[in-house]
């Protein structure tokens, strides 16, 4: 389960050119919303480092999906490799 989320990691540097947090640590900004599973405010937060406007959250609505259940803080809970491939 951690190497799904090390994947989700460099899907999302390759899709963005930038990492989703600084560090995977609960006192991380970035990362504490995915901790406390505010996706939307995940994306917003991303959103303003990569310098869009309001509204405009990064990539589409299905990729995003995908990196939530990637990044789920659960490892549990967190996408399984024939769930990323279903995508």
């Not at 006192?27 to 309001?54: H, M, S, V």
């Not at 509204?55 to 995908?66: H, I």
Request: charge should be negative; charged fraction near 30%.
């Amino acid at each position: 389960k951690a190497d799904i989320f090390a994947l989700g990691v460099c899907m999302f540097e390759l899709y963005f050119r930038m990492s989703p947090f600084d560090r995977a640590t609960i006192t991380d900004d970035r990362y504490r919303l995915l901790a406390l599973g505010k996706y939307d405010e995940f994306w917003e937060e991303n959103q303003r480092q990569l310098g869009g406007g309001p509204g405009e959250l990064p990539g589409t609505k299905d990729f995003r999906d995908l990196l939530n259940g990637i990044f789920s803080y659960n490892p549990d809970d967190r996408f399984s490799l024939d769930q990323i491939l279903a995508q």
